[in-house]
């Protein structure tokens, strides 16, 4: 039986890889909707990337709805350097046909968590994590229900990316992740230390664009585009690859290893605000609430990607 999701997304290129991973395998997931953030970009060219997504899939039954158009409690940092002035840069993909839905993300949230039975909605989270924070604080009944909330956001042992200490996603709004991380609902996170062994290396890359369908040569275009800004700051021979790693932990969740434990963040600290201080060795007796990976098997990450995106147009 396939398992029912929301995508909560800010569609930067890595996130557009994740969500046509997800449409890419009906058999295993069932996409409700599809909720926008505020984040790479802002949130109406964010809603407008993430249906363009969805037409290039080919899934036109899966609606797409804006959330929060700013975090909780701060204001919004974007990340241009990195996805271009669309947030999604590379491919030229057609302005959406498919209209945006008008109920509100964060109810839409709500809703579909409480309307269907306990512990069979998993969010799957690719952005910052405003929406689920909103959602939480309008309804706090939902966090029980919730089967599983299953975001890439964060980093221990790689540190950070948008600061020395605070991976994006988390950085844009801590208070809503540590809003997350104190719900009480089950979570694995997918953090830099996982996501910086997943690179976009050209070999991967050109077997993607080599599957000859629309998909793969908008994949393509995306990542060879976003890796720019990676490949000069690293030196890598690939530049990592985000978010498509928590639907691949859906699918395949041996790909991935690591182990439950402390997971908080930093809210307060001007040097390290929006840090995730994950206590991996378990030296304080703080309530286990997260499952954090640590590692991941590339190899088997792209052959995964590769065959899905052969699925699709």
Request: net charge negative.
């Amino acid at each position: 039986m396939s398992r029912k999701i929301i995508i909560d997304t800010d569609p930067g290129q890595d996130d557009a890889v994740a969500i046509l991973l997800a449409l890419a395998s009906p058999e295993e997931l069932d996409v409700l909707g599809i909720v926008a953030v505020a984040g790479n970009i802002g949130l109406k060219q964010n809603a407008i990337n993430a249906r363009k997504v969805v037409e290039l899939s080919g899934r036109t039954d899966v609606p797409v709805y804006a959330g929060c158009s700013r975090p909780m409690r701060r204001t919004l940092v974007t990340a241009e350097h990195v996805h271009g002035d669309t947030g999604m840069n590379g491919p030229v993909l057609p302005d959406p046909t498919i209209p945006l839905q008008e109920q509100h993300g964060v109810d839409f949230i709500i809703a579909t968590i409480m309307n269907n039975p306990p512990k069979t909605i998993t969010l799957a989270t690719l952005g910052p994590l405003t929406n689920i924070g909103m959602a939480l604080v309008k309804e706090p009944a939902i966090a029980e229900r919730i089967q599983e909330i299953v975001l890439m956001g964060g980093a221990y042992f790689e540190v950070g990316n948008i600061t020395p200490a605070a991976e994006f996603n988390i950085y844009v709004d801590p208070e809503a992740a540590d809003l997350v991380m104190k719900c009480g609902a089950k979570i694995t996170i997918q953090p830099l230390d996982v996501t910086h062994m997943i690179q976009a290396t050209p070999a991967r890359l050109n077997a993607i664009k080599a599957l000859g369908n629309k998909s793969g040569a908008a994949v393509h275009a995306m990542l060879t585009f976003s890796e720019q800004f990676d490949l000069k700051k690293y030196g890598w021979e690939g530049a990592p690859l985000h978010d498509p790693t928590v639907i691949a932990y859906l699918l395949k969740p041996e790909l991935f290893e690591g182990r439950v434990c402390n997971v908080s963040i930093e809210t307060a600290s001007e040097l390290t605000v929006g840090m995730t201080v994950a206590d991996y060795w378990h030296v304080t007796d703080k309530p286990r609430n997260a499952l954090y990976l640590r590692s991941g098997n590339a190899e088997g990450f792209y052959a995964l990607l590769t065959e899905r995106l052969s699925r699709l147009p």
